[in-house]
DNA sequence: TAATGTGAACATTTTCACAGCA
DNA sequence: TGCTGTGAAAATGTTCACATTA
């Protein structure tokens, strides 16, 4: 039997209901603030940030509204302030450790990648199951077996990892992650993987980008027209 | 003075107004077929489909719709004319060339990965500034200077880039990349690119979907209840 | 019987527009 | 005056349910 449910009726707006899309957007928010700290501004209004994400202002200040009230009228944003309250909702107020499997080229170009650690993440161990790359050294960090893996896991010192091995062993890898406790993985296999309710997955399929890329270069800019309009989409 | 307009009147489907979402999703379905057809199977249900990526049927032949009418009542859609449409619709039922700019530690990992090729598009050139990486190869690929970029893709030869430099040159890159007549640009700097409106601009950055992973694993189990829920939910 | 394609209902997301505060 | 926070309207996206076809 099916409640009935009057047409714009909403749920009462629970703790954890945030749209996902605002917190895609959050995200850039922060990258936001954090230029702007670093040119040394102060306060930031919605409309600043908007112009310079590609976003209107309105919509700026109903994604940060669902969090708190972290604006002043008249004034804007403080920079610090609200960047401070931001990483405290992604949880990177905090440095986390991120364990890394499969050290092939990609996933060793990521053990290196210095932008991490900024945002507040540390590539601190990598696995794999290739003897030939066991035991070799890539930015300070030594590749282990894949034996070991269960258990730095289950350590608890990792709750998050960065999935670079082949499709085929992607969700061979996946279950032995989920058994052992991770919260959270990137996947950079082209693959869908199949993990249980409490973890959670972020796609990356870089094939995938590419032909999102080639349907937008190749349909003749059907892209939405703006007054002024002077810049191109960005998905 | 404003037109009035009810409340739920729709324009008319204008050729070129594709869901974003929808596009998104088609890369989805095609992988999908691909592995279908590796497992020899001729035809798929938009319940098959929906059921292995996560969504409705209903969803799934909604998706498809959009594009002409492709399955056949009581049967299905036939896989191998699926996968042939819809690489038509992205412009994948030919190889691409692919300039990839900046040969860094990630720069690099791309030249040499595979599954590009398998999609269609080959990273057959790669351009960077540093001299001790100009005239090195890597996956058969020679790194050539940076002032040979704007020929190559003024040729003709390159539609699409791959951009992997620092974030401080990637906007002057990008501005030079325009100049020369490139159609889409995607882009792992950590920036937001200002670009022509006949230029698309996918952006991939990595610390962003840390965040975004931080965010989820962090957050009491929110991800949507399900009738015998046994996944996690994917973004 | 098994499946598509599709209007209409439902749900989410974005934009508008304005009251109210500094 | 300049800007936020926010209801309400508009736009976009998803699911339902069913006529229709193989």
Known sequence: MKRPRRPN?????????????????????????????????????????????????????????????????????????LAREIRKIFGTDQVWDVALIGAGRLGRALLGYEGFLKKGFRVSAAFDSNPKRIGREFANVRVQPMAELTEAVASGRFRLAILAVPAEAAQEV?????????????????????????????????????EQLSYFANSPTPRKQRRQGKRGGQS
Chains 1, 2 share one sequence.
């Open 9 to 81: 009726e909403r749920k009462p707006n629970r703790r954890g209901s945030i749209p996902p899309l605002t917190v895609k957007r959050l995200s850039l928010y922060l990258r936001y603030l954090e230029e702007s700290a670093e040119a040394n501004q102060t306060t930031v209004s919605s409309r600043q940030a908007g112009r310079a994400l590609g976003l209107t202002d309105a919509q700026v200040r109903k994604d940060l509204a669902h969090f708190g009230q972290f604006g002043r009228p008249g004034v804007g944003y403080y920079v610090e302030d």
């Open 174 to 210: 996946t279950d032995e992650l989920c058994r052992a406790g991770i919260r959270g993985i990137i996947n950079f296999a082209p693959v869908r993987l199949a993990v249980p309710e409490d973890v959670a997955v972020v796609p990356v399929d870089l094939a995938v980008q590419l």
